[in-house]
């Protein structure tokens, strides 16, 4: 299920109608100050066009985890500030969320108007799906749209319960993440290349399972590498290893030679003495790797040879760093694969999350052809797993 043929804005009628505008709103807070205003900019494309629709929009989103109760620290009130200004027009707030006030406000809203709800999350039946709150959110409008492709892999009543209510709809953002992503997973242009980091393989069996269905190459990196490593008889000293998943491993080693796919573990690791910064560092084969020393990177030849699968790539899909980038000593394999991606000319594909970041701190943001707006939904994605926000919209 990649929700490719769901209807999205421009397959309804919007014109005069209220529309409920699921967003990712969710944006770092800091003294009543939006730090990092990005989630916010880019729900603006859907807005924007539904705004010249003439459409009537009731925006709504969580932020934090006020745990579902009324906790002002968690207000949308912020966003009411930065959307007024990135929007340039009025943009009016109800102090509920399904209370007298947004109904009040929601019943007098004329075409073209905003209107902000306050955070979902101040009501505990938002995220156990309560039918009751989806129908009162939903009683507010004739259409729902949702573009909170971060949340799409909850079902929550704002993102799956009031599509039982209402004609649902995606946004642009979600409609792009589910033609960049569904499209490379459904018809890639090949070689289709999955670049797989990050510290735990139990986080991507599931996406290492689905991918080596479908891509010519699996990159391996971060920790998660020497959990394969040692279940090919590696020695890898203090690195990380899931014990427990040495025979799952040893199994999608066998999938993917089954399958004709190049399974790459790094030939080389950049190690230290201790999981820090300023530790000893050197090099080693990532299979001889000395007792209390750990692989934090992937090594040169690891680099070279990575970077000669993804340059001949025609589809690159990427979740989870090479090594502990966070410390400079380690972020060299990260920086080098970003590198790659970037010149490869390759369709390229961020999953959210720490590789988005990686990305985006090395300064490769502008490079790819899409970066995921969700951590756990684009992994969730990837896995081939149907996500609750997108299941809910309706077929075109
Ligand atoms: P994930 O959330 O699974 O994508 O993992 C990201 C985290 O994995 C980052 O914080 C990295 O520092 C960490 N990581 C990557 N490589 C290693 C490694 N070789 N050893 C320990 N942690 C690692």
Same mark, same amino acid.
């Given at each position: &299920?990649?929700?490719?043929?769901? !209807?999205?804005?421009?397959?309804?009628?919007?014109?005069?109608?209220?529309?409920? /505008?699921?967003?990712?709103?969710?944006?770092? /807070?800091?003294?009543?100050?939006?730090?990092?205003? !990005?989630?916010?900019? *880019?729900?603006?494309?859907?807005i924007k066009y539904l705004k010249a629709q003439g459409a009537k929009q009731i925006l709504c989103s969580h932020m934090g985890r006020p745990k579902g109760e009324v906790n002002m620290k968690y207000s949308l009130q912020p966003v009411q500030k930065r959307l007024r200004e990135l929007l340039d027009c009025d943009v009016i707030m109800a102090s509920d969320v399904i209370g007298p006030d947004a109904k009040a406000k929601a019943a007098a809203? !004329?075409?073209?108007?905003?209107?902000?709800?306050? %955070?979902?999350? $101040?009501?505990?039946?938002?995220?156990? %799906?309560?039918?009751? $709150?989806?129908?009162?959110?939903?009683?507010? @409008?004739?259409? #729902? /749209?949702?573009?909170?492709?971060?949340?799409?892999?909850?079902?929550?009543?704002?993102? @799956?319960?009031? @599509?039982? #209510?209402?004609?649902?709809v995606c946004g642009y953002l979600i409609q792009k993440e589910i033609e960049i992503m569904g499209t490379a997973l459904e018809n890639p242009k090949r070689p289709f290349v999955a670049i797989l980091g990050g510290a735990k393989v139990s986080d991507k069996i599931g996406v290492i399972e689905n991918l080596a269905d479908k891509v010519d190459t699996l990159i391996i990196g971060g920790g998660m590498a020497y959990t394969f490593i040692k279940a090919k008889g590696g020695r890898i000293g203090a690195s990380l290893c899931e014990e427990d998943k040495l025979e799952l491993a040893v199994r999608l080693m066998e999938k993917a030679r089954e399958k004709n796919v190049k399974f790459l573990l790094p030939a080389d690791s950049v190690i230290g003495d201790e999981f820090k910064e300023g530790c000893k560092v050197r090099?080693?084969?990532?299979?001889?790797?000395?007792?209390?020393?750990?692989? &934090?990177?992937?090594g040169e030849r690891a680099v070279r040879e990575y970077t000669?699968?993804? !340059?001949? @790539?025609?589809?690159?899909?990427? %979740?989870?760093?090479?090594?502990?980038? *966070?410390?400079?000593?380690f972020a060299r394999g990260t920086k080098a694969i970003a590198k790659a991606v970037a010149e490869s000319g390759a369709i390229s594909i961020i999953g959210g999350g720490d590789s988005a970041a990686a990305v985006e701190q090395l300064g490769f943001a502008d490079k790819m052809t899409h970066i995921s707006t969700g951590g756990g939904a684009s992994l969730e994605f990837l896995e081939g797993l149907e996500l609750p926000g997108i299941a809910a919209l309706n077929d075109k």
């Open positions: &299920m990649t929700g490719l043929g769901k !209807k999205t804005v421009e397959d309804i009628d919007v014109k005069g109608k209220t529309c409920l /505008v699921r967003c990712d709103f969710n944006v770092p /807070v800091k003294d009543g100050v939006i730090t990092d205003d !990005k989630r916010i900019r *880019e729900a603006l494309k859907t809203l !004329k075409d073209g108007d905003i209107m902000l709800l306050e %955070n979902l999350r $101040f009501h505990k039946e938002e995220e156990k %799906n309560d039918p009751d $709150f989806a129908k009162e959110l939903a009683g507010m @409008a004739e259409i #729902y /749209v949702n573009d909170a492709f971060g949340t799409a892999h909850r079902a929550h009543a704002s993102t @799956a319960g009031v @599509a039982d #209510y209402l004609p649902a090099t080693a084969d990532s299979d001889k790797i000395p007792d209390g020393w750990m692989g &934090m990177d992937i000669r699968a993804i !340059k001949g @790539a025609g589809t690159v899909v990427w %979740n989870g760093p090479m090594g502990v980038f *966070e410390m400079p000593d």
